[in-house]
């Protein structure tokens, strides 16, 4: 079974800090991982994705996360918050031969100026 | 390509009359779900069909909610009748199973006021 836990609901940074958002997995194989973001009032976007390819994986926005398998963490970075990453962020998993994809219950970033 | 469609975008409605929220998933894409998001509950998964065929409808509160998929291009969400703890933002989203990895692009949503 495949499960996915965000470990902060709320996080808030300064604008020009660095970013990061916690999420760490469980999965009886090798997992896919991937962070969506919702803006307010939007639908959800992908931000990056890994699927057992490179560890490291940029994604769009200056936004990277890295996959650790003995830590079973996959967190998101971005090295300077900016006001429009104001969001609110989904870890998810999935299985490869899934379907279905198990989100986190998310991280609302706040940006402050 | 136009992504995931959605339709309406907004729909108000009062106690005991029937929505039909509309999908039109990204042409090729095989698979398609549809989500319901609220601030209590978060995002839940109600349905998803593969290849036109209801797979898992485990999420489904309850018999007044139905999906169909008439074919690979249009599925259907229909509550009848309604009720105010039916108000959330219900999201249509797809993808291709046959990649390896589960990539699902969602529709911009439906935010449905159950008066």
């Known amino acids: 079974a495949q499960s996915v836990t965000q470990l902060d609901s709320h996080v808030s940074v300064s604008e020009g800090t660095p970013v990061l958002l916690r999420c760490n997995y469980s999965?009886?194989?090798?997992?896919?991982l991937f962070w969506y973001v919702q803006h307010p009032n939007k639908g959800l976007q992908l931000l990056l994705k890994y699927t057992s390819a490179a560890t490291l994986v940029k994604g769009i926005n200056g936004f990277e996360a890295e996959f650790k398998k003995s830590e079973t963490s996959f967190h998101l970075t971005k090295p300077s918050a900016h006001m429009s990453d104001a969001a609110e962020y989904f870890c998810?998993?999935?299985?490869?031969?899934?379907?279905?994809?198990?989100f986190g219950k998310g991280t609302r970033l706040h940006i402050l100026p | 390509d136009a992504g995931v469609i959605q339709s309406p975008r907004h729909e108000v409605t009062e106690m005991g009359q029937e929505v039909t929220l509309r999908c039109k998933p990204i042409?090729?894409?095989?698979?398609l779900f549809w989500y319901r998001q609220t601030m209590m509950r978060g995002l839940e998964l109600l349905i998803y069909f593969n290849n036109n065929v209801p797979i898992d409808d485990s999420g489904m509160p309850e018999d007044r909610f139905s999906a169909k998929m008439p074919n690979a291009s249009f599925s259907t969400l229909k509550i009848q009748p309604s009720e105010p703890r039916d108000s959330a933002v219900y999201f249509c989203a797809s993808s291709q199973s046959s990649t390896d990895y589960n990539e699902q692009f969602f529709g911009p949503g439906t935010r449905l006021t159950v008066l």
């Open positions: 998810v998993v999935s299985a490869p031969w899934d379907d279905k994809i198990i």
């Open positions: 042409s090729g894409h095989n698979s």
């Open positions: 999965s009886s194989y090798s997992p896919s």
